[in-house]
């Protein structure tokens, strides 16, 4: 399952805008400025193909962040064109989940009040929704936890939560904001891994910012290196490779060799 | 190390038993009462010792049977001085928030009204009282005394708690296409909420406030049974016991009004809001 993934990936995952017909997320000649005119990101071209792993890498201040908001439709473009292909069924998010940096819950609710939300604001009947928020909280391991409220828990299962909420609308695509940045290495490891069989049983498309080279070579199939400001796609890196990636792929020589050729390429770019 | 000292998650207070903190709780409660005891007692030797008339100062035993056998006066005056200050913070908790939705709502209503509620609550209404009783019908004067004081911390808090919404969190809601109402309804409220208490905390005082300064304002011009209106009333017949009497009603009053807000407050944000648990704590 996951080699004919990976096969699916080599044919298509070359940067390139025109690629045309399968891409999910493009993004043309896209720049974003400060409101002093300076210029904070782009211009900026990808395409992302459905069911693709993309991580967006890049040192802080990169744009990366701006980057996803800007596919999500939380910021608009100062130039360029943002286009999303979604199935015009899905109307919540247009298709969209994003999961923040902070878990960013409602501290007021419960967790099966904030995994609902997206559901109670896109007016789904409640006995419609209560079977997709026991289903998103079961594919994050939270079932047991829908009547608590968010400081009772820890930082990873708020995360949990988090993502529990993006994916109760069954978006096409998720946009991940350095979402297990602020987490401990275990707790880090543990959602990397779940997030991983989340992608390959719910065939997401996921496009994921971090700052962490592991991460990114662990994580995805797809790298794009963002420059410092303002933000370009530096280089394109295909993590191919037919091993699972479990926990002993953080250890194979062949993860060292990939993130030794990120890490290369991203070092000299960090000096000013 | 973390997960030793918080074995359960789900309810982390469950196992924190009454143990050493209700020991420690116990001292909160008695000192007071011990000063209290103690003043009172210290007050009525003074009063005996010295033989000191009751038009000079009543002692405690003194205001205690004067309350209870002036009872059947004071009584319909406490009724009174509480209906206003109800009323008056009513009307300042509807105004106050009424106006901080209508200024969220429109920068330009903002930047109209808000210097005049400034205005209104700098103006000290002990100064204002006066003419509302020369232009408004007595009753009516009383409850916009009592409005005017207790509006403002309503409106400054419910604006800045409207003001204070996680961005994020508004990021999300426009990205799940949130109407206006949604977005006041499901984020903008809930998250103004302790904000909100906290303004309404402080006008039920101020509401009391309000009321005794426009009772006391109206006690020359007549018609008036408050129990301000009766300190000012036994204060011109040299009833000194029953002043006290009733400034300890009002006393009482302004304590209730507190606990009630305080409890009310307590028992709204208990299960989310950092404030009611370091209460619990």
Redesign the interface.
């Known amino acids: 399952m996951v080699n004919s993934q990976e096969s699916k990936r080599a044919q298509s995952a070359i940067a390139d805008p025109a690629a045309g017909q399968t891409a999910v997320v493009s993004l043309r000649d896209v720049t974003k400025s400060y409101p002093n005119g300076l210029l904070a990101l782009g211009p900026l071209s990808l395409s992302i193909t459905r069911g693709e792993f993309v991580s967006l890498l890049g040192p802080s201040g990169c744009g990366k962040s701006t980057a996803l ?1 800007l596919i ?3 910021t608009a473009p100062s130039s360029g064109r943002v286009e999303l292909s979604t199935p015009a069924k899905r ?3 247009q298709g ?1 989940g ?1 999961v ?1 940096q ?1 878990p ?1 819950l ?4 419960s967790v099966r009040d904030n995994v609902g ?2 559901l ?3 007016h789904v009947p409640a006995t419609e929704a209560h079977p997709r928020i026991e289903a998103s909280l079961r594919q994050v391991g939270l079932a047991e ?1 829908a009547e ?7 930082g990873g ?1 708020k995360m949990r939560v988090s993502l529990a909420r993006a994916l109760v ?1 069954d978006p096409d695509i998720l946009l991940m904001d350095e979402p297990f940045a602020a987490l401990d290495e275990i707790t880090r490891f543990q959602l990397n891994n779940d997030l991983l069989t989340l992608w390959r049983t719910l065939r997401k498309t996921i496009i994921f910012v971090t700052h962490s080279v592991f991460e990114s070579v662990y994580l995805s199939q797809r790298i794009l290196m963002m420059t410092p400001r303002p933000g370009r796609i530096g280089a394109s890196f295909d993590i191919a490779t037919s091993a699972p990636r479990t926990e002993d792929f953080r250890t194979s020589a062949e993860y060292v060799a990939f993130c030794r050729q990120v890490s290369a390429a991203l070092l000299p770019r960090e000096r000013p | 190390m973390t997960s030793e000292s918080s074995p359960d998650p789900i309810h982390p207070l469950a196992n924190s038993t009454p143990g050493p903190e209700g020991a420690s709780r116990w001292p909160q409660i008695l000192m007071p009462a011990v000063v209290l005891v103690a003043g009172l007692l210290l007050w009525e030797w003074v009063i005996r010792v010295n033989q000191i008339q009751p038009y000079v100062l009543p002692a405690p035993s003194a205001v205690l049977q004067t309350l209870l056998t002036d009872w059947p006066v004071l009584w319909p005056s406490l009724v009174t001085t509480l209906l206003t200050t109800l009323e008056g913070f009513i009307t300042a908790a509807f105004g106050g928030i009424g106006l901080a939705l209508l200024f969220h709502q429109s920068r330009w209503v903002e930047y109209s009204l808000f210097p005049y509620a400034v205005v209104l609550q700098v103006t000290p209404v002990i100064a204002i009282a006066p003419l509302l009783l020369i232009y408004l019908p007595q009753e009516t004067a009383v409850i916009v005394c009592a409005w005017i004081v207790g509006f403002f911390p309503v409106l400054s808090n419910t604006t800045l708690g409207l003001n204070s919404v996680d961005r994020n969190l508004g990021g999300l809601f426009r990205l799940y296409g949130a109407s206006r109402l949604q977005t006041l309804r499901y984020l903008e409220l809930p998250a103004a909420l302790p904000f909100i208490l906290g303004g309404l905390r402080i006008a039920g005082g101020l509401s009391l406030i309000g009321a005794v300064v426009a009772e006391i304002a109206a006690g020359t011009a007549g018609a008036g049974s408050g129990l301000a209106y009766r300190i000012a009333e036994s204060g011109y017949r040299l009833n000194i016991p029953r002043m006290f009497a009733a400034l300890l009603l009002l006393s009482a009053a302004g304590i209730v009004i507190h606990a009630v807000l305080a409890l009310a407050s307590h028992l709204m944000l208990r299960r989310w809001h950092e404030s009611a648990l370091a209460r619990e704590d």
């Open positions: 908001r999500a439709g939380l109307q919540i998010g969209v994003f923040f902070e960013t409602m501290p007021w609710a939300l997206p109670k604001l896109g936890f608590a409220f968010p400081r009772e828990l820890s299962m609308t």
